[in-house]
T-cell receptor, first 113, second 119 residues
């Protein structure tokens, strides 16, 4: 079945450490997105990519980095510059047109040790 | 800037009751898209419906129905005869073009409404 796979499901970060969240999709979607969700809040856009080797900052990109070397993959690195990384991270993908619904992965919950 | 408001933070009902989740949006564009997503306790977001700004017809899908009114900038979601499995957080979202070319869209989410259906 086609879908979006995020790993790991739970991740712990030590102070000063960079961690990378994986997102893979086999839906043949061009666009991919990373969102952050905090308790009682909606989703906020971190980064998005409409095409391979290109990506754009969202509303809260500071302290995060991404790459898009393959159509299927859009990993997110939470750097040590992100001072409050504890959150639920969701990856999504969609067909190129923005009118199309985004399909979401199961999420990664990141916590600080 | 676009904005989505879900004024109801939490709703609790008893099974078989009808429940309406409110969504009010703000946008300056004439072309936009509205979505509802369901987030069960497992965490993933499940797409429920998309509506474009030119189609104000209400839609019904089983126990779910949606009422889109441009005059009041609202896109409300009603669950009829609610069931325990409907318990989840429901998000309303607005998709709007980020540039004049219309190739990059931004999806803005409301803060969500936690629906609890008790047996």
């Amino acid at each position: 079945d086609g879908g979006i796979t995020q790993s790991p499901k739970y991740l712990f970060r030590k102070e000063g450490q960079n961690v990378t969240l994986s997102c893979e999709q086999n839906l043949n979607h061009d666009a991919m997105y990373w969102y952050r969700q905090d308790p009682g809040q909606g989703l906020r856009l971190i980064y998005y990519s409409q095409i391979v080797n290109d990506f754009q900052k969202g509303d809260i990109a500071e302290g995060y980095s991404v790459s898009r070397e393959k159509k299927e993959s859009f990993p997110l690195t939470v750097t040590s510059a992100q001072k409050n990384p504890t959150a639920f991270y969701l990856c999504a993908s969609s067909r190129y047109e923005g009118s199309q619904p985004q399909h979401f992965g199961d999420g990664t919950r990141l916590s600080i040790l | 800037a676009q904005k989505v408001t879900q004024a109801q933070t939490e709703i609790s009902v008893v099974e078989k009751e009808d429940v309406t989740l409110d969504c009010v949006y703000e946008t300056r564009d004439t072309t936009y898209y509205l979505f509802w997503y369901k987030q069960p306790p497992s965490g993933e977001l499940v797409f429920l419906i998309r509506r474009n700004s030119f189609d104000e017809q209400n839609e019904i899908s089983g126990r779910y129905s949606w009422n889109f009114q441009k005059s009041t900038s609202s896109f409300n979601f009603t669950i009829t005869a609610s069931q325990v499995v409907d318990s989840a957080v429901y998000f309303c979202a607005l998709s709007e073009a980020m540039d004049s070319g219309g190739s990059n869209y931004k999806l803005t989410f409301g803060k969500g409404t936690l629906l609890t259906v008790n047996p």
